[in-house]
T-cell receptor
Framework: GAGVSQSPSNKVTEKGKDVELRCDPI?????LYWYRQSLGQGLEFLIY????????KSGLPSDRFSAERTGGSVSTLTIQRTQQEDSAVYLC??????????????FGAGSRLTVL | AQSVTQLGSHVSVSEGALVLLRCNYS??????LFWYVQYPNQGLQLLLK??????LVKGINGFEAEFKKSETSFHLTKPSAHMSDAAEYFC????????????FGRGTSLIVHP
């Protein structure tokens, strides 16, 4: 597609429920990133996928968080047993690797998660 | 390892006044530096970037930033603020080699008064 698409745009869930957030990156972008944006906290790195390499999961805050990327394209971020502190905007971005576009991330509009 | 510090979570200016948003970084290797802007209810978009070459880089909407290695700074400026510049601005750094994962600052909210 023309841009990075994320769904749902808004999700309200009850504490303890599982949620799935989806990201559809720009076609041809081999790198995909998940960040979390909390009020006053900036962007917190969560996980990075690059081609067929093992993902860099160093930013995942707990084992309740996981992500996968199928076929080198669409990615799903799953949060199990949600807690109130998981409330945030979850941002997905994609980029090229190598060449002049290697350094620029294109972001989606985000998925706002509210845990009651 | 790298980090980014943005001084001031909020900056308020009058329309037509100079805009200065500060960013200092730390990086163990030569950095690539970025400014992204987030308008209300929109995703982040690239404003400008420094990779190599000229240390003064120009971006969209009249913004520019200067890479100063000796000061480890990459401050963002615009000579004359417009109301439409009101947004959240994020500075980011990533190493020029190795990891492709940028580290972002906490952001600075620019408020423009008429």
């Amino acid at each position: 597609g023309a841009g990075v698409s994320q769904s749902p745009s808004n999700k309200v869930t009850e504490k303890g429920k599982d949620v799935e957030l989806r990201c559809d990156p720009i076609s041809g972008h081999t790198a995909l990133y998940w960040y979390r944006q909390s009020l006053g906290q900036g962007l917190e790195f969560l996980i990075y996928f690059q081609g067929n390499s093992a993902p860099d999961k160093s930013g995942l805050p707990s084992d309740r968080f996981s992500a996968e990327r199928t076929g080198g394209s669409v990615s799903t971020l799953t949060i199990q047993r949600t807690q109130q502190e998981d409330s945030a905007v979850y941002l997905c971005a994609s980029s090229l690797v190598g060449g002049t576009g290697a350094n620029v991330l294109t972001f989606g509009a985000g998925s706002r998660l509210t845990v009651l | 390892a790298q980090s980014v510090t943005q001084l001031g979570s909020h900056v308020s200016v009058s329309e037509g006044a100079l805009v200065l948003l500060r960013c200092n970084y730390s990086s163990s290797v030569p950095p690539y530096l970025f400014w992204y802007v987030q308008y209300p209810n929109q995703g982040l978009q690239l404003l400008l970037k420094y990779t190599t070459g000229a240390t003064l880089v120009k971006g969209i909407n009249g913004f520019e930033a200067e890479f100063k290695k000796s000061e480890t700074s990459f401050h963002l400026t615009k000579p004359s603020a417009h109301m439409s510049d009101a947004a959240e601005y994020f500075c980011a750094v990533r190493p020029s080699g190795g990891s492709y994962i940028p580290t972002f600052g906490r952001g600075t909210s620019l408020i423009v008064h008429p």
